[in-house]
């Protein structure tokens, strides 16, 4: 696929999110997650992913699906890209995030730098 056409298709998944894509894009977009700056439906080179962060850390978070199943070597190679570019990669399952949306976060959070402590307040 050449990059307008991926281009095209990454518009057309942010204006159609699953539904365990959208329950978790609720909790990520606006920084209002751990301050992070999320995107949804990210083009990295010939992929789209489902959520990038590139700031404070490189954290790629991908939702699968039932059509996941029996593509385990192209999620590896994907996977292997991703990680090629400096990306950590981390992947939840749609029961996951549908069943245990807190844990998901958690893991997430996890994976995000731990923000400085706030100053002590003046005496």
Request: proline content about 8%; glycine content about 8%; aromatic content about 8%.
């Amino acid at each position: 696929m050449r990059d307008g056409e991926l281009l095209e298709r990454a518009k057309k998944m942010r204006r159609e999110l699953t539904g365990p894509e959208l329950k978790l894009w609720l909790e990520l977009r606006a920084k209002r997650f751990e301050g992070a700056k999320f995107r949804r439906q990210v083009v990295i080179g010939r992929y789209i992913v489902d959520f990038a962060c590139r700031t404070p850390v490189m954290l790629v978070v991908e939702v699968d699906g039932e059509t996941h199943a029996g593509h385990e070597a192209y999620d590896a190679a994907r996977t292997a890209f991703l990680e090629s570019r400096g990306y950590r990669v981390l992947r939840f399952t749609n029961p996951e995030v549908m069943g245990n949306l807190d844990g998901v976060l958690f893991a997430i959070a996890e994976a995000l730098p731990t923000p400085p402590p706030l100053p002590d307040p003046l005496p």
